[in-house]
């Protein structure tokens, strides 16, 4: 296949995001797949790479991304991956260290060992919404690697799960608590905590009317963060909760969560937008509860410019990734996990610029948005 010489992306334009023709095509390295998307989803870090001048001028947007193989760099495998074959995967849109290359583009370059792979059998939708179920469309496709690598990363990585499907006996002989449950990470990771059977009980705070959704996923307890005494009601019920996720991510959450550790025993704290114990008034701060950032950008095999920082590439953070694709890559399609509700904006490129304002809005609850290329 004969590829053009320049393509159309969303790229960043002073404070906003604009959709730009005439641009080089991406570079790429010897161990990935060029990819001609067929949907996109849109993520919280994209809009705030805009919002807080994370990503460069001129750089293209998005991190979630499905489509066919079009070209192969020299040393994919060529025994897993062939032209024409759908995968999916995540880059790092709106990059320092690679401005070329986003999901939100007519080509996006894919690391082929963190791609995911599906069966012949899934399609395009066609339809404005899609309910949480299997994945059968390249809608659900696009709608999983950000979170579900991100989950997978946290659990395994981090909080040191292991593989075992379905123990009789929790792996950790204590609680977990997901600040943000509804959110599409909060899902997976929901999900994932209970098929490998993480833990005694799953604790999630979002708003109730998930409660139901969120406990078919495997949910123990659901809080409601409307509550002004959500803290007081979730601390008498589990003074001792060492594993804590703040999935939101705002100095408030942050603060919540770190209310929410036990007053003793070490507990970990995951961040997921750089928040550190710097948030934490110095008069409030323990010394048993750690504050751990983390990134799947960890995963991509370099360090990266981010926001004035560096976040150093992490080999093992990197092989752990890996090895949960290829974990939960077939339970995709099998029934074990699913996918969350889509809602599908079918104008392809100049979609991904609603998809942006919708999500910064805050008009994505319990759903991924996700724009399709017809």
């Known amino acids: 296949m004969s590829l053009p010489t320049t393509m159309k992306a969303v790229v960043i334009e002073g404070k906003t995001a604009v959709v730009k023709?005439?641009?080089?095509?991406?570079?790429?390295?010897?161990?990935?797949?060029?990819?001609?998307?067929?949907?996109?989803?849109?993520?919280?870090?994209?809009?705030?790479?805009?919002?807080?001048?994370?990503?460069?001028?001129?750089?293209?947007?998005?991190?979630?991304?499905?489509?066919?193989?079009?070209?192969?760099?020299?040393?994919?495998?060529?025994?897993?991956?062939?032209?024409?074959?759908?995968?999916y995967g995540f880059v790092h849109g709106a990059s320092v260290r690679s401005p070329d290359n986003g999901a939100y583009a007519e080509y996006v370059a894919l690391d082929s060992?963190?791609?995911?792979?599906?069966?012949?059998?899934?399609?395009?939708?066609?339809?404005?919404?899609?309910?949480?179920?299997?994945?059968?469309?390249?809608?659900?496709?696009?709608?999983?690697?950000?979170?579900?690598?991100?989950?997978?990363?946290?659990l395994?990585?981090?909080?040191?799960?292991?593989?075992?499907?379905?123990?009789?006996?929790?792996?950790?002989?204590?609680?977990?608590?997901?600040?943000?449950?509804?959110?599409?990470?909060?899902?997976?990771?929901?999900?994932?905590?209970?098929?490998?059977?993480?833990?005694?009980?799953?604790?999630?705070?979002?708003?109730?009317?998930?409660?139901?959704?969120?406990?078919?996923?495997?949910?123990?307890?659901?809080?409601?963060?409307?509550?002004?005494?959500?803290?007081?009601?979730?601390k008498a019920k589990y003074p001792v909760i060492p594993h804590l996720?703040?999935?939101i991510s705002t100095e408030k959450t942050l603060n919540q969560v770190y209310q929410c550790a036990p007053a003793t025993e070490d507990a970990i704290i995951?961040?997921?937008?750089?928040?550190?114990?710097?948030?934490?008034?110095?008069?409030?701060?323990?010394?048993?509860?750690k504050i751990i950032d983390t990134f799947i950008y960890f995963s991509l095999g370099f360090d990266l410019p981010l926001g004035g920082n560096v976040l150093k590439y992490d080999p093992q953070y990197r092989a752990d990734i890996i090895k949960f694709i290829q974990e939960i890559n077939p339970r995709l399609y099998n029934g074990d996990f699913e996918a969350p509700a889509i809602k599908v904006y079918k104008n392809g490129l100049e979609s991904t610029i609603q998809i942006m304002k919708d999500l910064e809005a805050g008009k994505a609850s319990g759903e991924k948005l996700v724009a399709t290329f017809q």
């Open 21 to 87: 023709a005439g641009l080089s095509l991406p570079n790429l390295p010897e161990d990935y797949l060029m990819i001609q998307p067929t949907a996109v989803a849109g993520n919280p870090t994209d809009w705030k790479h805009i919002e807080y001048g994370l990503g460069p001028q001129g750089s293209i947007e998005g991190c979630d991304v499905a489509g066919k193989i079009v070209k192969m760099g020299s040393q994919v495998d060529s025994t897993k991956f062939h032209l024409g074959d759908f995968v």
């Open 156 to 234: 395994f990585h981090h909080y040191g799960m292991k593989y075992d499907w379905e123990p009789a006996q929790p792996q950790h002989n204590f609680p977990i608590l997901i600040w943000g449950g509804s959110s599409v990470l909060g899902q997976s990771l929901i999900q994932l905590a209970k098929k490998y059977h993480g833990y005694t009980k799953i604790i999630t705070v979002a708003s109730k009317k998930h409660e139901a959704a969120l406990k078919a996923y495997g949910a123990d307890d659901v809080f409601d963060y409307h509550d002004s005494d959500v803290i007081e009601q979730i």
């Open 113 to 154: 060992q963190l791609a995911f792979t599906a069966p012949s059998s899934v399609a395009l939708s066609g339809k404005d919404t899609i309910p949480a179920g299997k994945i059968e469309t390249y809608e659900a496709a696009a709608s999983i690697p950000c979170a579900w690598t991100t989950a997978g990363g946290s």
């Open 270 to 289: 995951l961040s997921y937008f750089g928040l550190n114990i710097e948030a934490i008034p110095e008069s409030s701060r323990k010394s048993n509860v």
């Open 245 to 247: 996720l703040d999935l």
